[in-house]
Every structure is written in C-alpha cells, then in structure tokens.
C-alpha cells in the first residue's frame, strides 16, 4: 500500500467530474487501500475522495462513526430534512465553513468485491456521503458554504 499525495484547492484536477469504474478489479482494490493508507495518514481526515489523490475514478473511503467504507460509484439515492453542519476537508486545510445538508442521506455504489450496496447515514455519515459525492462531480465544499468560521 502507499500514501498518496493529496491535491489542495486551486489544483484543477479537483473541478473534474470523476468517471465511472467499468470493473471492480484488483487495481480499483489497490487504488481504494492506497486511499485508504492516505485517509489514515492524515490527522483529521474522516473521508477521502478518488480526485483529492489524483485519480479521476469515482471511488470513495470513508472511516467515521466506527465504519470503514470502499465505495465504487456511489450515487445519492435519496435524501431528506436539513441539518447546519461545520465542514473542513482535506484538500484546504484548516479553513472551515458553515453549510447546510440533508440530514438523512441514502447511498447506493458497489463495495471493493463489486457487490451492491445500499447504505443510509444520518447526521455526520450523510455530511460525509454528501461532501465526498460532491468531490466525485467537482463541487468543493467551499461552492456551499455559508459563511468561515
């Protein structure tokens, strides 16, 4: 496994919309342990896009709320309600900013076997679904804030 280097606000490749995984294969394995070693070497980070690293691919890792997830083209279902949330990320380190999300989100995407799934998280888990799923498209989360702290 490696670490990889991050990309921070003001590199292109985070304003590109991530294509889909045709084949869930061992090199999508590797790209989603590779981000995974990169998420824990980090020392704030609860979530890790496939573009914050440098690879157009729509794949996610998330480790929050005593849930390690590998998603491979994870879409938005459903979601419902609104929650303020404090948001950070990774790829603009230590400026946070206030924004509002849904509260409940539902997600279906692949895990890193190829086998569906569908997952549901409320609060902090359908920030995280949301902010990452955002990354997959170019959004950033500083294009929804509404205010720094």
Request: proline share 2%; aromatic share 4%.
């Amino acid at each position: 496994m490696a670490v990889l280097q991050l990309r921070y606000n003001g590199d292109d490749i985070l304003r590109k919309r991530c294509r889909e995984v045709e084949t869930v294969d061992d090199r999508v394995r590797r790209q989603l342990d590779d981000m995974m070693d990169t998420l824990h070497a980090t020392d704030n980070g609860a979530a890790l896009a496939a573009n914050q690293v440098g690879i157009l691919r729509r794949l996610v890792v998330m480790d929050m709320e005593g849930r390690t997830l590998r998603l491979v083209n994870p879409r938005i279902l459903r979601s419902s309600g609104t929650q303020e949330c404090i948001e950070g990320c990774l790829s603009l380190p230590g400026r946070y900013g206030k924004t509002v999300r849904p509260q409940k989100v539902t997600v279906a995407a692949l895990d890193e076997w190829g086998k569906s799934l569908v997952l549901t998280g409320e609060g902090e888990l359908a920030k995280g679904f949301c902010h990452e799923l955002d990354h997959l498209d170019g959004i950033c989360f500083w294009d929804k804030i509404t205010g720094w702290i």
